[in-house]
């Protein structure tokens, strides 16, 4: 609160008051008064005035500037009815009560949707259970026609994938921490991740090598299978129709850390989309070519790894290759978020 | 035979995991009504338990830890359920092994054959014909002379000597090879079986593995 800004909100009381001034003075010349009897009235007057202003300026202040400091350095300012002292004046009074209520509110409000949140991550989780009784039946019922066998298991595949791409985007937005952090095998995980995915990478004659994977990480398994299954669909979809598709995982240890390295000999990715394959709904010039894809499962990864505290990063050549590492921290460096 | 005890609510996957393991040899029994499950589950007389964790009434982690307390009954969860948590809390219950829905029929067949053998405790050795096969050592002998098998060879043979006499399929052994961490393709599945068939000769049984067009091996 400045000087001038509180001198300009004052403005017609002090006019009032001088026009009243004016006019006592203006009474009184006209009765005659002795002109020391009309100086003392007007200094009393204006005295009087303007002790009252300085008055309401101060306490007005106070209250105010410690309003506007405290705003500046919450960075929660939803916080600021929490940090208000009783400011002492009605209109002071008014909107600090306004402010209790407003946050009253919000804070129901924010709680309802947190709950429907809640909710609806709730029925997620019960809706892919479910969804996954009749996949499994069919799965199973498949096998009775063995010449469709492996083309029906690859669309089942398909769906599975896509359930679960849904089941996963709604643990990765949620803030709650519904995963297991424990060594895992980087063998069984990527193994688990192969055997089901076997029929489709054999439909497209893919060859699968890997070396080093007998080591273990520190991570969510269930999580983790996820991730690697996503970059396994993506090397599926974007292949190169021109070569024998090849994929490599290949996983060494260092000192502080572990690299998982994910590399297909596919289209690859252009250089000006590089950066971006990982922004919500991003498809890109591969994306336009391909009307199959959401934009959604880089993402979904990327928030995924952010969760668990594993670093991605993503290396491609257009026409050549895509390499996607991901880099697990050994112990004493975990940091989840 | 084998009997299997199947605790799964949903009818149609219960119906088609019957009918996969009847076809597989094995006896099946099935739970109907889950309002004593437990009690159901801890009268059978079966060699193998597939139980689901999400049930009506006690769930199928429940059920595991109380029948731990009496019973050694090798038990395998199936379940649709895919956190990290549900795993690690039905090994820790003492599950012997753990499948997530929709499963692979041909791996929940090898599974289970795992487990039952595991916990049959069976000799390291067993004849094929008059050819001694050591699953240990990975090697097949005969008289004094022996073959040596590759990792690949041998997981080959095993599932074709599970089965011997029936039609295996070439998805199938591919399966099993996958889940064993064995990538390999159509092509080397060929030059694989071929090897096995020219060690098995060696060992005086050349006609042992049969080609069926289009349908697979059987291991005469």
Same mark, same amino acid.
């Given at each position: 609160?400045?000087?001038?800004?509180?001198?300009?909100?004052?403005?017609?009381?002090?006019?009032?008051?001088?026009?009243?001034?004016?006019? &006592?003075?203006?009474?009184?010349?006209?009765?005659?008064?002795?002109?020391?009897?009309?100086?003392?009235?007007?200094?009393?007057?204006?005295?009087?005035?303007?002790?009252?202003?300085?008055?309401?300026?101060?306490? #007005?202040? =106070?209250?105010?500037?410690?309003?506007?400091?405290?705003?500046?350095?919450?960075?929660?300012?939803?916080?600021?009815?929490?940090?208000?002292?009783?400011?002492?004046? %009605?209109?002071?009074?008014? %909107?600090?009560?306004? *402010?209790?209520?407003?946050?009253?509110?919000?804070?129901?409000?924010?709680?309802?949707?947190?709950?429907?949140?809640?909710?609806?991550?709730?029925?997620?989780? *019960?809706?892919?259970?479910?969804? #996954? %009784?009749?996949?499994?039946?069919?799965?199973?019922?498949?096998?009775?026609?063995?010449?469709?066998?492996?083309?029906?298991?690859?669309? *089942?595949?398909? &769906?599975?994938?896509?359930?679960?791409?849904?089941?996963?985007?709604?643990?990765?937005?949620?803030?709650?921490?519904?995963?297991?952090?424990?060594?895992?095998?980087?063998? =069984?995980?990527?193994?688990?991740?192969?055997?089901?995915?076997?029929?489709?990478?054999? +439909?497209?004659?893919?060859?699968?090598?890997?070396?080093?994977?007998?080591?273990?990480?520190?991570?969510?398994?269930?999580?983790?299978?996820?991730?690697?299954?996503? *970059?396994?669909?993506?090397?599926?979809?974007?292949?190169?129709?021109?070569?024998?598709?090849?994929?490599?995982?290949?996983?060494?240890?260092?000192?502080?850390?572990?690299?998982?390295?994910?590399?297909?000999?596919?289209?690859?990715?252009?250089?000006?989309?590089?950066?971006?394959?990982?922004?919500?709904?991003?498809?890109?010039?591969?994306?336009?070519?391909?009307?199959?894809?959401?934009? +959604?499962?880089?993402?979904?990864? #990327?928030?995924?790894?952010?969760?668990?505290?594993?670093?991605?990063?993503?290396?491609?050549?257009?026409?050549?290759?895509?390499?996607?590492?991901?880099?697990?921290?050994?112990?004493?460096?975990?940091?989840?978020? | 035979?084998?009997?299997?005890?199947?605790?799964?609510?949903? $009818?149609?996957?219960?119906?088609?995991?019957?009918?996969?393991?009847?076809?597989?040899?094995?006896?099946?029994?099935?739970?109907?009504?889950?309002?004593?499950?437990?009690?159901?589950?801890?009268?059978?007389?079966?060699?193998?338990?597939?139980?689901?964790?999400?049930?009506?009434?006690?769930?199928?982690?429940?059920?595991?830890?109380?029948?731990?307390?009496?019973?050694?009954?090798?038990?395998?969860?199936?379940?649709?359920?895919?956190?990290?948590?549900?795993?690690?809390?039905?090994?820790?219950?003492?599950?012997?092994?753990?499948?997530?829905?929709?499963?692979?029929?041909?791996?929940?067949?090898? $599974?289970?054959?795992?487990?039952?053998?595991?916990?049959?405790?069976?000799?390291?050795?067993?004849?094929? $014909?008059?050819?001694?096969?050591? !699953?240990?050592?990975?090697?097949?002998?005969?008289?004094?002379?022996?073959?040596?098998?590759?990792?690949?060879?041998?997981?080959?043979?095993?599932?074709? !000597?599970?089965?011997?006499?029936?039609?295996?399929?070439?998805?199938?052994?591919?399966?099993?090879?996958?889940?064993?961490?064995?990538?390999?393709?159509?092509?080397?599945?060929?030059?694989?079986?071929? $090897?096995?068939?020219?060690?098995?000769?060696?060992?005086?049984?050349?006609?042992?593995?049969?080609?069926?067009?289009?349908?697979?091996?059987?291991?005469?």
């Amino acid at each position: 609160m400045t000087v001038s800004g509180f001198i300009k909100d004052r403005v017609p009381g002090l006019v009032i008051r001088a026009v009243a001034l004016a006019v &006592i003075i203006i009474f009184l010349a006209a009765f005659a008064v002795p002109f020391q009897a009309i100086l003392a009235v007007t200094i009393v007057f204006v005295m009087a005035a303007t002790a009252f202003e300085l008055w309401e300026y101060y306490r #007005k202040k =106070k209250f105010y500037n410690r309003l506007v400091k405290a705003l500046e350095e919450l960075d929660k300012k939803y916080l600021i009815s929490e940090m208000l002292e009783a400011p002492g004046f %009605l209109e002071g009074d008014i %909107l600090v009560d306004t *402010l209790v209520e407003c946050d009253k509110s919000m804070a129901e409000n924010v709680a309802a949707y947190r709950r429907q949140n809640k909710e609806f991550r709730e029925y997620i989780e *019960l809706w892919v259970h479910e969804a #996954k %009784l009749p996949l499994a039946s069919m799965r199973l019922m498949c096998r009775r026609s063995p010449e469709i066998e492996n083309k029906m298991a690859v669309q *089942l595949g398909r &769906i599975d994938d896509y359930i679960e791409n849904v089941l996963y985007y709604a643990r990765s937005e949620n803030a709650e921490r519904d995963y297991v952090i424990k060594e895992t095998s980087l063998k =069984k995980t990527f193994g688990n991740v192969a055997v089901k995915n076997r029929e489709a990478l054999q +439909m497209i004659d893919a060859r699968l090598e890997t070396s080093g994977l007998e080591i273990n990480v520190l991570t969510d398994g269930k999580w983790l299978e996820f991730i690697l299954g996503q *970059l396994m669909a993506n090397s599926v979809k974007y292949r190169s129709e021109e070569r024998p598709v090849v994929i490599n995982v290949y996983a060494e240890e260092s000192g502080t850390a572990a690299t998982l390295r994910f590399r297909d000999n596919g289209i690859g990715i252009p250089a000006a989309d590089l950066p971006n394959v990982f922004e919500k709904s991003f498809t890109g010039a591969n994306g336009r070519k391909d009307s199959k894809s959401t934009g +959604m499962g880089l993402y979904i990864v #990327k928030n995924l790894c952010d969760r668990l505290g594993h670093g991605i990063s993503i290396e491609s050549e257009e026409g050549v290759y895509t390499e996607v590492t991901l880099t697990f921290n050994k112990n004493d460096f975990y940091t989840p978020r | 035979m084998n009997k299997i005890l199947i605790i799964e609510d949903d $009818r149609t996957l219960c119906a088609e995991l019957s009918n996969l393991l009847e076809k597989s040899g094995y006896a099946v029994e099935c739970i109907r009504d889950f309002s004593n499950a437990y009690m159901q589950m801890e009268a059978s007389d079966a060699d193998l338990i597939l139980l689901d964790i999400s049930l009506p009434g006690e769930n199928g982690e429940a059920l595991l830890q109380k029948y731990r307390k009496v019973k050694e009954t090798p038990v395998i969860m199936l379940t649709s359920r895919t956190e990290d948590m549900d795993q690690v809390l039905s090994m820790s219950y003492g599950a012997d092994d753990y499948i997530t829905k929709p499963y692979n029929p041909t791996i929940l067949l090898l $599974r289970i054959s795992a487990v039952l053998k595991r916990t049959a405790k069976t000799v390291q050795t067993e004849m094929y $014909r008059d050819i001694r096969v050591s !699953f240990l050592k990975g090697s097949l002998a005969r008289g004094g002379q022996e073959q040596i098998l590759t990792k690949n060879e041998m997981i080959i043979f095993q599932v074709l !000597f599970d089965r011997q006499g029936e039609i295996v399929s070439r998805d199938d052994l591919m399966t099993a090879l996958w889940d064993n961490e064995e990538y390999i393709n159509d092509n080397a599945l060929s030059v694989n079986i071929s $090897r096995l068939r020219g060690k098995l000769a060696e060992l005086g049984a050349p006609d042992a593995i049969e080609t069926r067009k289009k349908q697979g091996y059987v291991l005469k």
